[in-house]
């Protein structure tokens, strides 16, 4: 078994905590913030941290750009959550969106007024300049290096990379997903778990132009389910979701969507499925000096299973306050930071992921309310449209004692 090294003398990332934190000058290999994993939410914990001048390393367990089962939809609040000054590789702007019900009753709604709705990226490519940002702000990122291991003893974190490697830290930030460790260390409780189902299907520049400025969305036949296509130039994003446990229904639900759309022939360059998981309201979101932040916290969406803005925020949020608890000089700031930062979370997150809950316990009872509502009732369409820009919250509207009382009523 062999220790971390300490960064290298020509290492270009400077030791900014030695002054501000007790003790970082005795223990100059133990870092000030570790980060696992580099999506969204550690990118974006590892950029905070480090913007607030602490020696952080990223472990990434895969060599990047890495590949990410998502639609890629950045909504209105990822793009308010990016780090300062950097701008999200947009590979579509989407203007309208047709909805339809397991294939019928098709509608088409365009934005009104200025701007796009939202945006959609390439994963591999965004994940990878979220990366390059947190690097730029100072950050040292370490790839392929797979964290097998967390304990932690009164000196602080220690983790144990696959091949023996261990790596000394104040604080960590467990941004490793929704199947992670650092998830486990914490004792995360997840209350909803969704299998989602993927292919980018490239496709003829006649199809590309069909969809371009236009995304689907139709609702599925099996409770609480709904298909997309997400437009990228010559490449359409179709993909599934629903509660885990109907593997195959799922299967044919992405099959017969695929067949539908008249897509059946070209070849996908990529299939791929991965669960979401949802955290129970009050689930842990720390141990000691570990938080979690992204999927790996079990934050995001319930309804739509959006989780990049929720990704970016809770990531943001959780590189601050392991910034403090890297500088904390007692247990007590220790456990006065961890609350603070579940505080946050519960305050903002937490509220629109109760929103979301209730929204999907009505829409799994009674989808076409919800698809005639927002292809045909103005409003509604107004306020999805709001919600997508983020204009305003899905809470802001399900907590209207008339709203949260009608899906109450309904999802009964
Ligand atoms: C089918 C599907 C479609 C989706 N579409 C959208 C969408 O359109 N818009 C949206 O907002 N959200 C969408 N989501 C949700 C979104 O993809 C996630 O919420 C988001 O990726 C969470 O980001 P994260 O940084 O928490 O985790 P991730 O992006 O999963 O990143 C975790 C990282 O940790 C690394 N890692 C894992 N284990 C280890 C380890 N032991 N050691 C080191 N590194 C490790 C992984 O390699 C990975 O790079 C979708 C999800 C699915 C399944």
């Known amino acids: 078994m062999t220790t971390s090294p300490t960064p290298p003398p020509s290492d270009p990332a400077p030791d900014r905590s030695a002054d501000a934190v007790p003790g970082a000058a005795e223990a100059a290999d133990v870092w000030d913030v570790v980060v696992v994993g580099a999506g969204p939410a550690g990118a974006s914990a590892a950029h905070a941290a480090a913007a607030a001048g602490r020696r952080v390393l990223l472990v990434e367990k895969a060599s990047l750009p890495r590949y990410k089962t998502c639609g890629g939809g950045l909504i209105g609040p990822s793009s308010g959550a990016l780090p300062p000054g950097f701008r999200a590789p947009l590979k579509e702007l989407v203007y309208a969106c047709t909805f339809s019900m397991n294939g019928r009753w098709t509608r088409t709604k365009r934005v009104r007024g200025k701007g796009e709705m939202f945006g959609l990226v390439n994963r591999p490519e965004f994940d990878a300049g979220l990366v390059a940002a947190a690097r730029e ?58 299998l989602g189902l993927e292919s980018e299907i490239p496709v003829p520049p006649e199809i590309a132009d069909h969809w371009r400025g236009r995304v689907l969305i139709d609702w599925g036949p099996l409770p609480g389910s709904y298909a997309w296509i997400f437009p990228k130039d010559d490449t ?54 570990v938080l979690v932040a992204g999927d790996a916290a079990g934050l995001l969406e319930p309804w739509t299973r959006e989780g990049i803005s929720y990704a970016l925020r809770s990531g943001r949020a959780a590189g601050e306050t392991a910034a403090l608890i890297a500088a904390a000089r007692d247990d007590a700031d220790v456990k006065e930071a961890t609350e603070a930062y579940r505080t946050r979370i519960e305050a903002t997150l937490g509220r629109e992921m109760r929103a979301g809950r209730l929204m999907l316990a009505a829409f799994e009872r009674r989808p076409a309310l919800f698809h005639n509502a927002v292809s045909h009732i103005p409003k509604a369409w107004s306020a999805f449209e709001g919600i997508v820009r983020g204009r305003r919250t899905l809470a802001d509207y399900v907590e209207r004692p008339a709203i949260r009382k009608a899906l109450r009523f309904v999802a009964r």
């Open 137 to 194: 702000a100072g950050a040292h990122v370490r790839e392929d290096a797979t964290v097998q291991r967390v304990d932690e003893d009164a000196h602080g974190v220690r983790l144990t990379l696959a091949g023996g490697e261990t790596v000394h830290a104040r604080a960590l930030v467990g941004a490793d997903g929704s199947a992670g460790r650092t998830s486990a260390y914490v004792g995360v409780v997840f209350d909803q778990v969704d």
């Open 236 to 289: 359409l994003t179709v993909g599934v979701i629903c509660a885990r446990g109907n593997g195959e229904a799922t299967r044919a639900y992405l099959r017969d969507f695929i067949a539908r759309q008249g897509l059946a022939g070209f070849r996908p360059s990529v299939t791929s499925g991965h669960l979401t998981r949802c955290r129970a309201d009050d689930s842990p979101l720390s141990n000691g000096r």
